[in-house]
């Protein structure tokens, strides 16, 4: 199993509880825009805690960038992340991951399973291949909005929210569901990406059987 110790260059915060991390980057380390990676940090109490975590940078930067959603009340892996300081070492190994950018389509994430669509918008926008991709993005609240400003400009008015949790003027309130997937629309050479929490893909993977979406168009990662 591949796996590389590399430095903490950068560390902040995103939301009110998710980090950027932005670390060294291994010679001849690769990978896809969309893809992910087990981190773990390299102390000795914590370097068999491996998680899961979605490159957020372009695969031809000089560093390796991460956006995090940390759960304080957990005391697990991404609390202790929280006190992290440059200079401090991470643990990364293999890459790993099913969604890669096949062509223009809908986006459909939940919460932090908006990290891989962070890269793969990036490449889009650094390739001028922003044009017929849209976003649409289930939170709890407005302050949840991972990198917001961002994606209302690159996106504008293809960049759909929706919030479970709270009435906020402009934005829908409640759950992706198959009227929402309908208003928003969907083209028949459209693909559409999923990423989320396992109850919310299904539930968006159902919605579009039932809107007679073929399953071959749908790139799913949990």
């Known amino acids: 199993m591949e796996s590389h110790i590399v430095k903490i260059l950068e560390i902040g915060k995103v939301t009110h509880d998710v980090l950027s991390i932005k670390t060294e980057k291994p010679a001849g380390y690769a990978f896809v825009p969309g893809q992910a990676t087990e981190i773990a940090i390299n102390d000795p109490e914590w370097e068999n805690a491996k998680r899961p975590f979605t490159f957020t940078n372009l695969p031809e930067d000089d560093h390796l960038e991460f956006t995090i959603k940390t759960y304080p009340e957990k005391k697990g892996v991404t609390n202790h992340l929280r006190g ?10 293999d890459v790993w991951g099913a969604i890669h950018y096949k062509g223009k389509g809908l986006f459909i994430a939940g919460g932090a399973g908006i990290t891989p669509f962070i890269a793969i918008f990036r490449y889009l926008e650094h390739t001028n291949k922003i ?21 209302r400009q690159l996106l504008k008015e293809n960049f759909i ?9 402009g934005i829908r309130k409640g759950y992706i569901t198959a009227e929402v997937l309908k208003e928003v629309g969907i ?35 949990i």
């Not at 849209?134 to 994606?151: G, S, V």
């Not at 929210?161 to 003027?169: A, I």
């Open 131 to 151: 044009k017929g991709n849209r976003l649409l993005f289930a939170n709890k609240t407005k302050e949840d909005i991972i990198l917001e400003p961002w994606f």
């Open 84 to 93: 992290l300081q440059p200079g401090d070492e991470l643990i990364v190994h």
């Open 161 to 169: 929210n929706v919030l479970s949790d709270e009435q906020v003027t």
């Open 187 to 221: 083209s028949p050479d459209d693909h559409l990406y999923i990423c989320g929490p396992p109850p919310m893909v299904d539930s968006v993977q159902e919605s579009l059987k039932k809107l007679g979406v073929a399953e071959q168009s749908v790139v799913v990662e």
